[in-house]
Each structure stands twice: as structure tokens, then as C-alpha cells.
């Protein structure tokens, strides 16, 4: 069976969280059986940000933006009073041109049996491509966040007619359903998360050391992390935070985080390491994971820290975090404010043993993730697509 995966988002050099599922999924393909095309849309040539196999065909759709659809042309032909309008025919003027590249792309891979599209906007013009060539392709679509993000997208409705198309939708949490399934009855769902590799070694919980791997955006509340940690300085001499991840995506965020760190005398402290391609070393040599996201579709840094064992702190208002991580289990969930997250901080860094406590629980529950059982789930579902077709 040749399986092409199409993702819209960044790949080239890219280390967020949907750029790693795209390499895992195609590499995890590849090894179960599968031929597998992967596809990108990056206006960055090279390959993606995490690794993938040289079995896997990568290819990058993207070419060069057209005179309509730059910013000027754009402005002016997605105008509307309405602002919420306005947004959902920008996003069709870009989907358009999408669309024609990877129309282009298409026509140069032959016997597709299966497309996995990662976001309902490519399997927007996925649907019309086949409608222009009179082909039918089953595709499974992904919702890679919580469906009120995914679907409360302005251009959502204009999306709707063409995702209801697809033989299946795929979901990262059994809280997810319900709400995928209020606006596609009688649409297939099916629960898969995505894994965790192999080759994660376990914290010893001995070291100072407070890690955090996420992109240093609003949503993920860096400076509720950085804010907590310094009502703790004092008391705890000897610990830092390492903060990984991007700091490219917005760059007022980070002065404010960077300007945070400053005022509170911790600059010696608290650090933004950017991003690296040591993560297992770098959950490895911490004693704590932070992850005080407001929103998540998923949380795959955070299980990747709990297959090493490390106790998880989050907050009880993000989705999807807040039932992987079992407050008082595998670590603590509190309330999105600073005196909440840093007593549940405190309680963490004045004792060993809650820590390696919470740690091997969590080790225990990121085994849920574990490549072999999702590669059954990924299985069972193909073949379910399959066998309707």
C-alpha cells in the first residue's frame, strides 16, 4: 500500500511538535510496511527538522507565491467589512494556490491507495483536486489540537462540506470525540495519539534542574513558569530552569520573557537554550518538567519527559495535558496562577522523593505511548478505510 502524508505547516529545519509527528508517522509507516510520500508546504528548502528515513520519498510542494496572491493583490481581493470574512478569504486565497501546487505534485506520484492529511485545510484541496481529475483517493483527516481550535477557524465553514468527505477523522484524545462527532454525525473517528521513540534514559531525580521544552509563545505561558520559579529563588539557591525550544515565532514574547528573567535577578538562573538536537540528554539531566501550556493538542514533549521519568507540572486548564497527566499521580495539575504553580513547584523541589515517586508513575503511564501500540492502532484504522473503499 503507498500511503502519502500531506502537511501544510512547517517542516524544513523546524522542530515543533507537528513537524516531529510527520517525521515519526512516515518513519513509523515505512517500518511496518507501508510505501510512504511524504509532502510539505515550506517556502525553506532542505530537509525536515527532525529526522526521517531514506525509504520515505520527502518531497516539498511549495513554489513560488503568485502575483494574486501577494500581500497588496491579497488585501484587495479578500476585502470585506467583516473581519472574521476577511480572514476566511485570505485563507482561501492562499488555499487556492496551495492547491495548484500540490495538484502539480500529485500528478508525479502514481498509485496512491491512501492520503493522510494533517489539517482540514489540505484536505480542503486535496477534495477538489480529486474533484478536477476525477479521482477518488480515500483520506483520513487529523485533528493535531482540540477541535475548537482546529474548527474555530474563520475559514472553517468554508472547509466543512470538503472534510466531511473523508472516510475517517483522526483524533489525539477520547475527549475529542464527542465534539468531532456533534459536527460530523455518522463520520468514522477513531482515537490515536501520537508515540514516543525509543532510547529515553530515566532521570535519577538528584540533579537542580527545572526543564521545559516548548515554543516561547503566549499560549504556552513561559512567564507563569519564570514568575513561579522566582518567588522559589530564594529558598532554592541551587536550582535553574532551562527553557528549550524556538524563539524565532515572536519575538516581542521573548524580549518580555528575556526582560522577566532580568528584573527578577535571574539571569544567571534561567535560561532560553533555544532549541536542541539533544532532548533525550536534556530530559535526562533534569529533575522536573514544566509545561504551564494554556493549550495543547497533545502534549508530546511533555510524554517524552514522563517516558524518563521525570514528574510533570501543568496547568488544570489545558486540554489533553490535563488527562495525561494525573494530578497527584504522575505530577501536579494547578491553577494557571503563580502562587498555585509555585507551591505545587516548591512541594516538588523540597523533596527527592515525591519526585522520583510522580517520576516512575509517569514513566509507567508514557508506556500507553509506545511506538508498537500505536503502530496498531495506525493499522487497524488503514485497514478499516481500506476495507470500505
Not at 342 to 366: C, V
Request: net charge neutral; charged share 25%.
Amino acid at each position: 500500500m503507498h500511503i502519502v502524508l500531506i502537511n501544510i505547516n512547517r517542516m524544513v529545519d523546524y522542530k515543533g511538535g507537528m513537524s516531529k509527528s510527520f517525521s515519526d508517522l512516515a518513519n513509523l509507516f515505512v517500518a511496518v510496511g507501508y510505501k510512504v510520500t511524504a509532502i510539505c508546504f515550506d517556502k525553506n528548502q532542505g530537509n525536515p527538522g527532525f529526522p526521517i528515513s531514506s525509504e520515505v520519498r520527502f518531497l516539498n510542494a511549495y513554489s513560488k507565491i503568485p502575483l494574486l496572491n501577494q500581500s497588496l493583490c491579497k488585501a484587495i481581493r479578500s476585502f470585506s467589512l467583516d473581519r472574521k470574512r476577511r480572514r476566511a478569504k485570505r485563507d482561501l486565497i492562499d488555499l487556492d494556490w496551495m492547491r495548484n501546487c500540490f495538484k502539480l505534485c500529485l500528478e508525479n506520484i502514481s498509485g496512491i491507495d491512501l492520503i493522510i492529511s494533517f489539517q482540514p485545510e489540505s484536505t480542503y484541496f486535496l477534495e477538489k483536486i480529486m474533484e478536477e481529475t476525477s479521482q477518488h483517493i480515500p483520506v483520513i483527516t487529523m485533528v493535531h489540537s482540540t477541535p475548537e481550535e482546529v474548527f474555530g477557524k474563520e475559514v472553517f465553514p468554508y472547509l466543512y462540506d470538503y472534510v466531511a468527505k473523508s472516510q475517517a477523522v483522526q483524533v489525539l484524545r477520547p475527549e475529542f470525540v464527542e465534539p468531532v462527532k456533534s459536527l460530523f454525525p455518522g463520520m468514522k473517528i477513531e482515537v490515536i495519539p501520537n508515540f514516543i521513540n525509543d532510547g529515553y534514559k530515566q532521570s535519577k531525580h538528584l540533579s537542580k534542574k527545572i526543564i521545559c521544552v516548548s515554543r516561547v509563545v503566549p499560549g504556552k505561558r513561559i512567564d507563569l513558569l519564570v514568575e513561579s520559579f522566582a518567588v522559589l529563588q530564594d529558598k532554592y539557591p541551587e536550582w535553574v530552569v532551562e527553557i528549550y525550544g524556538e524563539l524565532e515565532r515572536d519575538k516581542k514574547y521573548v524580549q518580555k520573557i528575556k526582560n522577566l528573567i532580568s528584573s527578577r535577578g535571574m539571569s544567571d538562573r534561567c535560561f532560553l537554550m533555544g532549541t536542541t538536537d539533544d532532548i533525550y540528554g536534556a530530559l535526562e539531566s533534569a529533575s522536573i518538567f514544566a509545561f504551564p501550556s494554556k493549550f495543547e493538542g497533545f502534549g508530546i514533549a511533555m510524554v517524552e519527559a514522563m517516558a524518563c521519568g521525570l514528574p510533570i507540572l501543568a496547568c488544570s486548564d489545558c486540554a489533553s495535558v490535563n488527562t495525561i497527566n494525573e494530578n497527584g499521580k504522575t505530577g501536579y495539575l494547578t491553577d494557571p496562577e503563580v502562587s498555585a504553580y509555585a507551591s505545587a513547584m516548591d512541594t516538588m523541589m523540597g523533596s527527592s522523593e515525591i519526585r522520583k515517586k510522580l517520576g516512575e508513575r509517569a514513566s509507567i503511564k508514557a508506556r500507553n505511548f509506545s511506538k508498537e501500540k500505536i503502530a496498531v492502532k495506525w493499522n487497524q484504522l488503514i485497514e478499516a478505510v481500506s476495507e470500505h473503499e
